[in-house]
């Protein structure tokens, strides 16, 4: 299966709770972009317009590879289109409050799917309108981990400060990995002995953290105090993309404690575990079942909190009250999601005799790309439960 080989097969429509008025404090834009992160696009609109990028306010973080439409406030914004390189900024109208998460309902997808065999969704397509898919956090959210050294946060959590940040240093980036590859480089060959870096640091807080680094005696409370001047920004998503990846394995096991025939899919971080059908008597329990992210004082069914607790084990961290750091900024912030999502108005049409054309909407927080390795990549005999 291959998407994305140009931005064009992958589009995404942004769908939110939120209407151009005549007034309002915020003006109100339709960002359309391609070949750009959400965040690089905002950043280059707050360097334009001289603001900083959190006065710039959006619902969700859009992928590079893609052609997407999403919507973004500015208070006191201009009330005009705007052009950049990889984006347009469309003006629509006020807004009396900010674009949010909170506002957000969802993404509506049409994909052109290349290299896969059409006829699969003749099956597949109604079983997964039927019964949806496990409701994975895909690749997207952990570029951060992509390397395979482990997570950052893990590193907080057990008090590792040095060898965290390094990871998000050296071996991660907030920006466009090639655009920071020069100072990883640097800060790989000469760390913990950061000075030679300083010049090539991509963003204020960098350069201050190396700074900070270079004038003080190194040691474990220095690394540590070192961790609290990271962007608060990224220091959050690092968090959330570990609270993401120990959700997965729970849901794996989850899955298989249903006794439910599992499929194994590879991704970055191990694979994922699908099911094709669910028995009737199974189906109204599972398709209401939610497990929230972890953190240290959920409360949780001691059934859901026993297979948590198994995955944090795995993981070197004895406890779900253990799961939590003594840094300032590193919190997990914690959200029921729910185990199984159903994507609405599927729908495909055959393009070629190895292409096809698929679109549907899922509510946010939903990976397409989930959507699509459940679609097209189940093995057609094999199975983790025979």
Request: charge should be positive.
């Amino acid at each position: 299966m291959k998407i994305k080989v140009q931005p064009e097969d992958f589009v995404v429509y942004e769908v939110a709770d939120i209407t151009p008025q005549k007034e309002g404090e915020f003006a109100l834009y339709r960002l359309f972009k391609r070949g750009a992160t959400t965040w690089d696009v905002i950043g280059a609109l707050a360097k334009r317009l001289r603001l900083r990028a959190q006065d710039i306010q959006y619902g969700g973080l859009k992928d590079r590879h893609a052609l997407s439409y999403q919507y973004v406030t500015i208070r006191k914004g201009p009330k005009k289109d705007l052009v950049g390189k990889n984006f347009r900024l469309e003006y629509l109208g006020q807004s009396p409050f900010p674009m949010s998460k909170a506002r957000l309902k969802g993404n509506f997808f049409r994909i052109l799917v290349r290299e896969v065999e059409p006829r699969v969704l003749e099956q597949e397509a109604p079983l997964v309108a039927r019964f949806g898919v496990a409701n994975y956090f895909d690749e997207q959210r952990f570029g951060s981990a992509r390397h395979g050294l482990g997570f950052a946060a893990r590193e907080l959590i057990l008090g590792h400060y040095e060898r965290a940040l390094y990871l998000l240093l050296v071996e991660g980036s907030q920006y466009e990995m090639k655009r920071t590859q020069a100072f990883r480089d640097c800060l790989r060959r000469n760390w913990p002995e950061v000075k030679p870096c300083l010049s090539l640091a991509p963003s204020p807080w960098e350069r201050r953290l190396l700074e900070f680094l270079a004038t003080h005696r190194l040691s474990k409370r220095t690394f540590k105090r070192a961790i609290g001047l990271v962007d608060r920004e990224y220091l959050l998503m690092l968090c959330h993309a570990y609270q993401a990846f120990v959700w997965n394995e729970t849901v794996k096991l989850y899955l298989q404690k249903q006794g439910l025939r599992l499929y194994p899919v590879p991704y970055v971080l191990g694979e994922h575990l699908f099911y094709r059908t669910v028995p009737e008597e199974r189906w109204p329990a599972l398709k209401e079942q939610k497990i929230p992210l972890p953190s240290p004082r959920l409360k949780l069914a001691p059934e859901i909190r026993a297979l948590m607790e198994e995955v944090l084990k795995k993981e070197g961290i004895p406890s779900l009250e253990k799961f939590r750091t003594l840094v300032k900024g590193a919190t997990f912030k914690t959200y029921p999601r729910e185990v199984v999502v159903i994507p609405e108005r599927l729908r495909y049409e055959v393009k070629g005799t190895r292409e096809v054309e698929v679109e549907f909407f899922l509510p946010k927080g939903s990976y397409a790309t989930v959507v699509l390795k459940r679609l097209f990549l189940l093995p057609k005999e094999d199975s983790l439960n025979e």
